[in-house]
């Protein structure tokens, strides 16, 4: 979970206040807040002079980018060809009926959020999941258990 | 010496000349002794996963109490992992080169009694060769590195990218120096273009007459005109501009403030993908150390040429790997594409004249300027000059990174390099260039691989990713995967992208179900062709090529769906079935406990068996199995 005491002000002021920093601004924001709020939003676009609009259209079109809040944990699958191969699309399913969410989803609770991911580039660890930014390296069902167990007890 | 103590070295530090490298150079290398063993542990994304952060840790606390005089080189000192990712962590034992792989934090002990103190190699640690089971004690000796030709690769697993001084004592810089004084701008562009080096990211656009027509555009234009790294590698299953990035970025750098030279740049770009946080880092710090060498910002080595660069993170869109695309990204806007009838050269970014160049097209740089072209030009294949860096992953024994040169068969780096498909069988197909390339079956095993016979095989070179396919992988899926990937990533700018891929993704999902007939094929070929001719940029105008290939090497497998209602390789859900070999079965109820649906029976030491109506074909009954009891067909 990140820090609540993070300044909205401070990471708004540390860029200037021109369009081509719109995208350096959510970024910041997302890392920091872990999504990006309608408050947020419409103080990058004061701060830089983009039409709100405009400020949708980008934090909608890249995947980085979340408008709703994320669970706690985050539990990323690498989706790239080599862990495709080696049974991932078993892992998200799996994934799925444990949780109880689609990719992309959020567990009613905030505990947990499901995403996938295009290629990490860590072929050698397929398949292979990044959850709270630790590497999993050649993830089984049985090895599910395991982490989620971990998380559980957090 | 300390990090601390070398920033201040580097705060009071700034190079006023070629001679003052120079200087800087000869000073390090007189500081290396080099009787002192140095071990250097493997950084890379593949190794830290599997622990080698610990197994460095345990080394410097092993060594400080045992009194020796070795040096842990801390940190990140090789990420990509010298390559060898599917052995790691790696642990290499230098002045001798002892490659130790798959080390722990409790071999360390061993490691430094047996090699540190008696200077014999730990047995166990060895790596062994498949064939012969001999154990190989030195890295150089082991056939993954053996047979490989590391140009841009020659710094990786050698030095600390974190510290400048490092890259100095090895050479970097040298072409920058000798380019800003002994050659005029003119000179850099001509030795470029004379060397054949060609774009590395995907269609391989020669990158000396790419500089050139941006020389005559700045002509036409004025300046001010930009340089850009295009690091956001977004092919799946290719990680080279991902290692190069973290483990020598200043090859990167120096290639870059080579071409701002050559093309009279005074601002510059690096765009790399958000999923790799540790090449925004080292690049990051790579240019706060060049700055403080004064080999970067103002008036660099003296020279009066004055260049900088900002590091623009990507916000995960794979189209934004596209030229235009990533232009309009680094302008703070949504990702699209733009039509080319007017190229980048011309404008490009914020409409100035702009040259983009792929990761590994830059990291060439430095090295032709400082070895010639001549000699860049002798390596490779006469169309597809110097070497290329591949990442060799999917059902292959040795995954990780090598670096050939162009025009070797693509058997040699599948079976040679990679020791082939686990247990032994050929391969049945290698998927190459990502979404945008194709796949060759084993009957092109001999097929150079180089820029042209790649895209004349159907395929192409793409940034290099080699995806190993055996038997059990289906073609169909593999179709079906790419377009969903690509469906994903369409902007929806243009027609033909946005609802052709949709489209044959369709198709696609309805021969996976056995569905369809043949006439569909003759159809998804002619979408095909109509989503080539009409898309607005490449990521639609290739993305027919994984349908194609799969459907002209492997045409029988898709009538195996259709006609028979059959997946071969046992992978489409629709066209299988789960069921136990009562001979293997040994009754240990792992699959049992494992399955999502409770839907296997029998009893403890008695053979069990699935109920296909409520299965859901999940795998994961096979998966658990020990005795490969469960069969799929």
Known sequence: MKPANIDLDEIIEHYPGRPDYLIFLLQDIQAAFNYISPEALQLVCDHTGVPLSQAYAVSTFYQSFSLEPKGEHEIKVCLGTACHLKGAPRLVEELERRLGVSPGGTTDDLKYSLETVNCLGACALAPVMVVDEKYQPSVTTKKLDKVLGELQQD | ?633
């Open chain 2, 1 to 633: 010496m300390s990090k601390a103590k070398a920033e201040a070295k580097a705060q009071d530090a700034r190079l006023a000349s070629a001679a003052d490298l120079e200087a800087l150079r000869q000073r390090l290398i007189q500081d290396q002794d080099p009787d002192r063993p140095e071990i250097i542990v493997c950084h890379g994304t593949g190794c830290l996963a599997n622990g080698s952060p610990e197994v460095a840790e345990a080394l410097k606390k092993a060594i400080k109490a045992s009194g020796l005089d070795a040096k842990v080189v801390p940190g990140i000192k090789a990420t990509g992992c010298h390559g060898f990712c599917s052995r790691g962590p790696l642990v290499v034992v230098r002045p001798q080169g002892l490659f130790y792989q798959r080390v722990q934090a409790s071999d360390v002990d061993e490691i430094v009694q047996t090699t540190l103190v008696e200077g014999q190699a730990v047995e166990r640690l060895l790596y062994k060769d498949p064939v012969s089971k001999e154990a190989i004690t030195l890295e150089q000796d082991i056939p993954f590195y053996k047979h490989q030709k590391r140009v841009v690769l020659r710094n990786i697993g050698k030095v600390d990218p974190t510290d400048i001084n490092d890259t100095i004592a090895r050479g970097g810089y040298l072409a920058l120096a000798k380019a800003l004084f002994a050659m005029t701008p003119e000179q850099v562009v001509a030795e470029v273009e004379k060397s054949g080096l060609r774009g590395r990211g995907g269609a391989g656009f020669p990158t000396g007459r790419k500089w050139k027509s941006a020389l005559a555009a700045i002509k036409k234009k004025g300046r001010p005109v930009y340089v850009v790294v295009n690091g956001d590698e977004g092919d799946p299953g290719a990680f080279m501009d991902r290692t190069i990035m973290e483990g020598d970025p200043h090859a990167v750098l120096e290639g870059l403030i080579l071409g701002a030279y050559a093309l009279g740049a005074h601002q510059g770009f690096l765009y790399v993908r958000a999923e790799y946080p540790v090449a925004i880092k080292h690049l990051t710090i790579a240019m706060e150390q060049a700055r403080a060498l004064g080999l970067l910002g103002e008036n660099i080595l003296g020279s009066g040429f004055s260049f900088d660069v900002q590091v623009n993170r990507g916000a995960g869109a794979f189209v934004c790997g596209e030229s235009t695309a990533l232009f309009t990204s680094i302008e703070g806007r949504a990702g699209e594409p733009k039509p080319k009838y007017v190229r980048s050269v011309e404008e490009g970014l914020w409409g100035r004249p702009t040259v983009l160049n792929n990761v590994e097209t830059w990291a060439n740089v430095p090295q032709i300027i400082e070895n010639g072209s001549e000699w860049f030009a002798g390596l490779g294949a006469p169309n597809s000059t110097g070497t290329k860096v591949f990442s060799l992953v999917g059902k292959v024994n040795n995954v990780g990174l090598v670096e050939v040169p162009m025009g070797i068969p693509l058997k040699e780096i599948v079976e040679t390099l990679g020791g082939g498909v686990p247990g032994g069988e050929p391969f049945k197909a290698v998927q190459t260039g990502g979404p945008s390339g194709g796949c060759l079956p084993y009957s092109l095993k001999d097929t150079p691989v180089d820029f042209d016979s790649l895209t004349k095989a159907g395929s192409m070179m793409g940034s290099g990713g080699m995806i190993v396919m055996d038997r059990r992988d289906c073609v169909v899926d593999i179709a079906r995967y790419f377009l969903r990937f690509l469906e994903e990533e369409s902007c929806g700018k243009c027609i033909p992208c946005r609802l052709g891929i949709q489209r044959m993704r369709e198709m696609c999902d309805g021969f996976s179900r056995g569905e369809g007939s043949e006439a569909d094929i003759a159809e998804l070929k002619s979408l095909a062709r109509a989503i080539q001719d009409g898309s607005l940029c490449a990521l639609g105008g290739s993305s027919p090529n994984p349908v194609l290939t799969t459907l002209q090497y492997f045409e029988d497998e898709y009538l195996a769906h259709i006609r028979d209602h059959k997946c071969p390789a046992g992978v489409c859900k629709a066209l299988i079935t789960y069921s136990i070999d009562r001979d293997k079965c040994t009754g240990c109820m792992a699959c049992a406990r494992a399955c999502p649906q409770k839907c296997i029976s029998g009893q403890k030491k008695k053979p069990h068996a699935i109920d296909a109506a409520r299965c859901i074909r999940c795998g994961i009954c096979m998966e658990s199995c020990k005795f490969q009891a469960v069969q799929v067909q």
